[in-house]
C-alpha cells in the first residue's frame, strides 16, 4: 500500500517534489530503516534514480532531498542508497560515503568478490597466499601456480620452437650481414687500387 506524502508539508522542499513522492515498503534488509519515500516521477533511463526539474535543470531527486533535508554532500563523497532502492529519496535512508565503499557495500559482481574471502577451489585469500596486483584485484598464488604448472609444457615447447627460430634467423641475418661488409671492402680495395 502506498500514500502520497503530498500532505507532508515541509517546507524545505517545494510541494512539486512532494507530490512526486510515495511512501514505499520497507527494505527487507534493513527493516530498522523503516518505509521507503518512492519517487514516483521521472527517472533516468541509463539509471534508475529520480530526477526533478528545479531552477531551470534536472537535479537528482534523492541528492536534491539530502541537500534540503539533511545536510550538504562534502566534495568527493557520492550518496550511498542503505536501503538498496535507488528512486527512495528518504534522507535517514542515505549516507555520503566514498565510491568505493559505495560499491563495496553493494550487491554488485565487484561488491561480492572484493568480499570473498576463499577463492573458487577452496584456497584462502589471505596471508602469503593472496596477491595483490598493481591494478589492486586479488590473485590465489596456490591457483596461478597450478596454471603455470599445467602450461609450462606447451610454453616450454613454444620458447624452445621460437628461440629455435629466432636463432636461425639470427645466423642468416649475421651471414648476410658478413658477405655484405665482404663485398664493401673488396669493392674498397679495388677502388684504392684503380686509383
Not at 528518504?90 to 568480499?115: C, D, F, Q, Y
Not at 573458487?120 to 595483490?132: A, E, K, M, Q
Amino acid at each position: 500500500m502506498t500514500r502520497h506524502l503530498g500532505a507532508f508539508s515541509d517546507p524545505r522542499l517545494p510541494p512539486r517534489f512532494w507530490a512526486k513522492v510515495c511512501v514505499g515498503s520497507i527494505p527487507a534488509h534493513r527493516p530498522d530503516l523503516g518505509p521507503c519515500w518512492e519517487w514516483t516521477a521521472y527517472t533516468d533511463e541509463t539509471h534508475p534514480y529520480g530526477r526533478f526539474w528545479f531552477n531551470g535543470a534536472h537535479v537528482s531527486a534523492h541528492r536534491f532531498a539530502y541537500k534540503r533535508l539533511s545536510k550538504p554532500i562534502p566534495p568527493g563523497l557520492t550518496i550511498d542508497h542503505l536501503c538498496r532502492f535507488t528512486r527512495c529519496v528518504r534522507p535517514a535512508h542515505m549516507e555520503p560515503v566514498s565510491m568505493r565503499v559505495n560499491t563495496l557495500r553493494g550487491i554488485s559482481p565487484v561488491a561480492r568478490n572484493a568480499s570473498k574471502m576463499i577463492c573458487v577451489n577452496g584456497h584462502p585469500l589471505i596471508g602469503p597466499n593472496l596477491r595483490l596486483r598493481p591494478d589492486g584485484n586479488r590473485r590465489c598464488r596456490a591457483c596461478k601456480r597450478t596454471i603455470d604448472r599445467a602450461s609450462y609444457p606447451r610454453r616450454r615447447d613454444y620458447l624452445i620452437a621460437y628461440n629455435k627460430s629466432h636463432r636461425e634467423q639470427g645466423r642468416e641475418t649475421s651471414r648476410r650481414y658478413r658477405e655484405r661488409q665482404r663485398a664493401i671492402l673488396k669493392t674498397s680495395a679495388e677502388k684504392v687500387a684503380a686509383w
